[in-house]
């Protein structure tokens, strides 16, 4: 379930992320020598419908074409089949972002052994650094995230963007089984298809191919950073109905415009959505996988009040996307 090549297939460079299912048929993982060792590692596509992955690294190994990579480049491209349909992932596979740990289970997913087929691969060669490459559904501000609060790791958040957000679980995304290897780190670059999402993403790869050393960088460069904790994910239960729209059916209602809370400090007392009755509640799981929505929320007249103060990222307007991942998470300020 692993292609392994040490160059670009011929015409990659010429599809469309919704194309590439044309020239390869499964997740592919190409190794592109260049000046320094160890390589940088880049996920990209690990949701299907998050295209700016693509966009950036395909403008990049263009600009590459003909020239020796500043350093060498270990690129993994994941889930093509979703990505010919721009879907998060198919009905029939696991999200490609939960695969990277296998549990306690008997049955291992193919998913999940390809997973460790590629952890194993950069273990072998050595990893300079791993960059995971995403979008969000909602509207949010680029920013990184980290599994992991050494100077390496912030530096490596930083060179990205001043707003960074560590977080600890869940435990089977790619960037904390990487950060065994080596620093490791999420961008978040915006919604799909925007110039500003590519450009950012592009000129960020780059300037870590170009990086000579993580103990090279002063560390007054990352005294700035906005630090952010994530202590919850917000989800909608299964037997809960909602939208984003007044429906008569609904248990909640949530403000139509609601992702433009995300990023922001709301205070104790911020009406997060209507709720029909006291048993329309909204789960909210700590990172240490206890349930914690009475810490969060409350019920008061119909509406769901924050019971702390929160700051929300990752608020998504598409139910589908609220089904498969969740609602939004919470965060609170780090100050060291």
Same mark, same amino acid.
């Given at each position: ?35 320094? /060792? ?6 990209? &596509?690990?949701? +299907? !419908? ?7 690294? =395909?403008? %990049? ?5 003909? /020239? ?6 270990? &690129?993994?491209? +994941? !889930? ?7 879907? =998060?992932? %198919? ?246």
């Amino acid at each position: 379930m692993l292609n392994i090549f040490d160059h670009i297939p011929q015409g990659l460079l010429d599809l469309e992320s919704d194309q590439l299912w044309q020239l390869l048929d499964c997740p592919a993982l190409i190794h592109l020598e260049g000046d320094r /060792q160890p390589a940088l590692f880049v996920s990209i &596509l690990l949701h +299907g !419908n998050e295209t700016t992955s693509w966009l950036a690294m =395909r403008e %990049l190994l263009r600009k590459y074409q003909n /020239q020796k990579l500043p350093r060498s480049l270990s &690129l993994f491209i +994941g !889930n093509i089949q979703a990505a010919k349909y721009r879907l =998060r992932h %198919l009905e029939d596979q696991p999200d490609y972002n939960r695969i990277w740990q296998i549990g306690e289970s008997a049955n291992t997913l193919p998913e999940q052994a390809m997973a460790q087929a590629v952890i194993a691969e950069m273990r072998s060669r050595g990893v300079f650094a791993s960059i995971d490459i995403h979008n969000n559904t909602g509207r949010n501000p680029h920013y990184g995230c980290i599994t992991r609060l050494d100077n390496h790791s912030r530096h490596l958040a930083r060179l990205f963007a001043k707003t960074v957000v560590y977080y600890t679980s869940p435990k089977t995304v790619q960037s904390y089984a990487f950060a065994e290897l080596c620093p490791t780190i999420v961008l978040e670059c915006g919604q799909p298809d925007k110039p500003d999402g590519t450009a950012h993403a592009l000129e960020y790869v780059d300037t870590c191919l170009n990086l000579d050393s993580f103990d090279s960088l002063p560390d007054s460069a990352i005294a700035d950073i906005d630090l952010f904790h994530t202590v919850a994910i917000v989800k909608v239960p299964e037997s809960i109905k909602f939208s984003f729209t007044e429906n008569p059916d609904d248990d909640i209602t949530f403000p139509a415009d609601m992702d433009c809370l995300n990023f922001q400090e709301l205070a104790i007392g911020t009406k997060f959505g209507k709720a029909k009755t006291d048993q329309a509640y909204l789960s909210a799981v700590s990172e240490e996988g206890e349930e914690k929505c009475d810490r969060y929320f409350q019920i008061t007249d119909g509406e769901i009040i924050l019971k702390k103060a929160v700051m929300p990222s990752m608020i998504s307007l598409n139910p589908k996307i609220v089904r498969q991942d969740c609602l939004c998470y919470l965060m609170e300020r780090l100050t060291s």
